[in-house]
């Protein structure tokens, strides 16, 4: 140790790692005289003397620095105080070289009698330098736009690429601010961050940021820039060094991203094919496109049609009709657009056919030229458009189709014109995204569109067109479903016209909404019809009617379907006779009609409530009134009357004084009802029919008692001819009096007395005959040889309509003949 001398103190050049680990590191054992005693392989290897040379020998001659034995003697001295020493020294390899390394001296410790030491040395890596030249050079040309501003934020040092990016020379940027020479970068925001950085010493990273330069005037690009304070030695700020990245790609990928999300949010918030074209187009104009049509194949804006093509079914027509569903531009008017909304469009861009809309990919023109090659065709084709595309600069294109699910559905153009940028393979994909989801969303209001309009049909189907009670009755009514958007519901009515003047009312109320209550609601409102021509009384009708819910509940539960609205329906069924003025009424669970005289007092006349359809095995009851003149007679659903406390008899006492204003027009009467009961939408249907009630006087009725002589049927034929006369109806005095004669000679000839002869005049003329017999009359077609058998078949002939109906004391055979 005598002959070694202090290094300096070296910064360390081997990894992270090898810091730590001393494992390879050439160690020595050397004596207080410094004689070497101990030699280790790594130290052979690191200075090339194998321990025979050097073991036992002064370590001096291993050094390559002249001695310092000052400095010496503070180190032993250190060691010896338990601290141990490192430091950089140079020391001499057996070829002659010299090495600096990395020196470490352990605390000094004993062997036997001998104060030693542990010595331990590693290579030291050159350090690499860089000139100012050097620097120099990467600074300017950098990828990275880099400058530095004075505190006043004028230019001092801007690099080359900088000076590229921006298009203004170096030499007219030195001592000038950026908003005197850029004003299409956001000058103002950006000095606005310097001066923030000038004041608060803080750094500003990665500013994005969007404009023009002088570089690429017809262009935005996107920038990323960072701030950073420049502080001299005694920690003031002299001034600002930016750096700057053009980052248009990954801003214009960002800015696609999300457009595309946004899309989402924006198209398809309705079920209506137009609208959801519209907002396609709505979305696209100005952010994606200057000027967006979309077009759509007839069957799908068809409330029939069933899309358009599917790959199965044949080749597509070469010039498929479609319609202009939406447009918009940037322009006021759209003077773009040779086709207006509501149009047919017979146009796909050349040279493409149908087959792009069945299964081409998204056509992209990047510069569009209509009277170039091969745009040319756009000039033959549609000389309109090519006069618009070169008019309004319409420059690039992407013709979209619009599919799903297997569907064929139109196509989406979108064009650029006063944004100079080119549709680019990115926007292609994102126009291919934006029709995407617009197509499942039109295509999803296809089908909507198509099932409601199914429903809204269906149920206009099965409700009456227009109700009238001839001049029996006069009728208003009004039915509110509880999905007013859906058009069906499960509650129906109806106002049947039967003969002899009088009108059947039914009034009922299937469970459930939607499709399936209304398919239900039409089948029993057609057994009720064909039950009521019948002649049945109501407690018949209604338990012919049990039986039939019953039945189709079991074919129901035999094919696996839900017998839910057929189970547990209601209603009401009354049949009002204006000659005498009585209704004869049953009901199954079905709340009772109301009655409003002609005074304003109203009522509910009392009928046995019987059970709802479809439970079997109870009767129903038939109960008659009778019905002053111009009363107020109304059938009514639970809808109505349950409103938000579900007090149902409050609800009727409530219905009778809404009603009880019988001055005013029945029409406006139940209008007015409907919406003073129900104010707000109800989870129910709601069905109202309202009638008033009227007679028919003693100069409208005729009858004659027909004695049981055949030789009465003259005298009977010359009465009701002259009755026919006296009533004005002179043209249908013949055919009355054979209808007459055939009549009353068959129920003289095959009935039981008492025999009756009535006429009655409203609507038409009824010729009615009744007897007590109970025996059915039925029309045969006689031979040419047989000499009888023609009656009925001549009144069949002769009259509008014909039948039987029973009564408690025998049947009537009744014929209507039209009044002209």
């Not at 338990?543 to 189709?552: E, I, Q, S, Y």
């Not at 005289?597 to 009134?625: C, K, R, W």
């Not at 013949?734 to 007459?740: F, G, H, N």
Request: hydrophobic share 45%.
């Amino acid at each position: 140790m005598d002959s070694a001398s202090e290094g300096s103190d070296a910064s360390p050049s081997a990894g992270p790692g090898d810091l730590l680990d001393a494992s390879s590191d050439a160690a020595a054992v050397i004596s207080a005289r410094g004689v070497v005693i101990g030699w280790t392989r790594s130290a052979a290897a690191l200075l090339g003397h194998p321990a025979a040379e050097v073991v036992g020998r002064s370590g001096a001659r291993l050094l390559a620095m002249p001695e310092d034995p000052a400095r010496l003697a503070g180190i032993v001295e250190r060691c010896r105080a338990g601290n141990g020493w490192s430091g950089r020294i140079a020391v001499r390899h057996a070829d002659g070289h010299a090495l600096d390394v990395e020196l470490r001296v352990s605390a000094s410790f004993r062997i036997a009698a001998h104060e030693c030491f542990l010595v331990s040395a590693r290579a030291q890596c050159p350090r690499w330098t860089m000139g100012e030249s050097v620097l120099d050079g990467f600074l300017t040309r950098a990828p990275v736009g880099m400058a530095v501003m004075d505190p006043q934020l004028r230019y001092v040092w801007m690099n080359d690429t900088l000076e590229r990016f921006g298009g203004v020379p170096r030499e007219q940027r030195l001592g000038r601010r950026l908003s005197e020479l850029l004003p299409g970068l956001q000058a103002e925001a950006l000095e606005t961050l310097m001066r923030k950085v000038v004041a608060t010493g803080l750094p500003v990273t990665d500013y994005e940021y969007e404009g023009w330069s002088w570089a690429d005037p017809h262009r935005r690009h996107a920038y990323s820039t960072s701030f950073f304070p420049l502080v001299d030695a005694d920690g003031t700020i002299t001034g600002v060094c930016y750096m700057v990245q053009d980052v248009t790609e990954r801003w214009h990928a960002r800015q696609l991203l999300t457009l595309v999300n946004e899309a989402g949010t924006s198209i398809g918030r309705t079920l209506d094919v137009m609208r959801t074209a519209q907002e396609l187009a709505d979305f696209a104009v100005p952010r994606f496109a200057d000027f967006v049509v979309v077009d759509l194949l007839e069957p799908v804006l068809s409330t029939e049609g069933h899309g358009a093509w599917l790959p199965d079914a044949g080749p597509a027509p070469a010039r498929p009709v479609m319609y202009r569903a939406a447009v918009r531009t940037v322009r006021e008017g759209a003077p773009e657009s040779v086709v207006q909304v509501g149009e047919a469009v017979h146009f796909v861009p050349p040279p493409h056919d149908a087959g792009l809309l069945v299964d081409g990919e998204p056509l992209l023109i990047p510069v569009l030229d209509p009277s170039g090659e091969p745009d040319d065709l756009w000039a033959a084709r549609s000389p309109l458009r090519a006069r618009r595309i070169r008019e309004y600069g319409l420059h690039s294109l992407i013709a979209a189709p619009m599919r799903a699910r297997n569907t064929v559905l139109g196509l989406t153009t979108f064009a650029r014109s006063l944004n100079p940028v080119s549709f680019g393979p990115d926007e292609v994909l994102v126009a291919r995204e934006l029709v995407a989801r617009a197509a499942v969303c039109v295509d999803n209001a296809r089908r909507y569109t198509r099932e409601h309009t199914a429903a809204v049909t269906l149920q206009r189907s099965l409700l009456p067109p227009a109700v009238t009670g001839g001049t029996a009755l006069e009728v208003a009514s009004s039915y509110l479903p509880a999905d007013p958007t859906g058009g069906v519901g499960g509650d129906w009515f109806d106002v049947i016209p039967l003969s002899g003047a009088r009108v059947g009312l039914v009034i009922g109320d299937v469970v459930g909404h939607g499709i399936t209550a209304a398919a239900s609601m039409g089948r029993l409102r057609t057994a009720v019809q064909t039950l009521a021509e019948m002649e049945m009384p109501p407690d018949e009708l209604l338990a012919h009617l049990d039986d039939l819910v019953l039945r189709l509940s079991d074919e129901e539960t035999a094919a696996g379907r839900s017998t839910a609205t057929f189970i547990g329906a209601t209603c009401l069924y009354a049949v009002y006779d204006p000659v005498d003025r009585r209704c004869t009424m049953a009901r199954a669970g079905h709340p009772p009609p109301v009655v409003v005289a002609p005074g304003g007092h109203a009522g509910f006349p009392e009928i046995p409530a019987g059970p709802p359809l479809g439970l079997g095995g109870m009767s129903f009851e038939a109960t008659e009134i009778e019905l002053a003149e111009n009363s107020l007679f109304g059938l009514y659903t639970d809808g109505l009357i349950e409103g938000r406390d579900h007090d149902v008899e409050r609800g009727m006492a409530r219905l009778g004084e809404v009603l009880a204003h019988t001055g005013e027009n029945l029409d406006a009467l139940c209008t007015s009802a409907v919406r003073q009961l129900v104010p707000v939408p109800q989870p129910d249907d709601i069905a109202l029919l309202l009638t008033r009630t009227h007679a028919l006087g003693a100069d409208q009725v005729v009858s004659w008692d027909v004695p049981p002589d055949p030789a009465a049927v003259g005298d009977l034929r010359a009465r009701a001819t002259r009755q026919v006369c006296d009533w004005g109806l002179a043209e249908l005095a013949l055919t009355t009096e054979l209808i007459v004669s055939e009549l009353v000679t068959n129920a003289i000839r095959y009935a039981a007395p008492p025999i009756g002869l009535r006429l009655l005049r409203d609507a038409r003329l009824t010729c009615e005959v009744a007897d007590a017999s109970s025996t059915a009359p039925r029309l045969r077609h006689a031979r040419s040889t047989d000499e009888g058998g023609r009656g009925l078949f001549l009144v069949a002939q002769l009259a509008h309509r014909w039948g039987a109906r029973y009564t408690d004391q025998g049947k009537i055979i009744w014929a209507e003949q039209e009044i002209p």
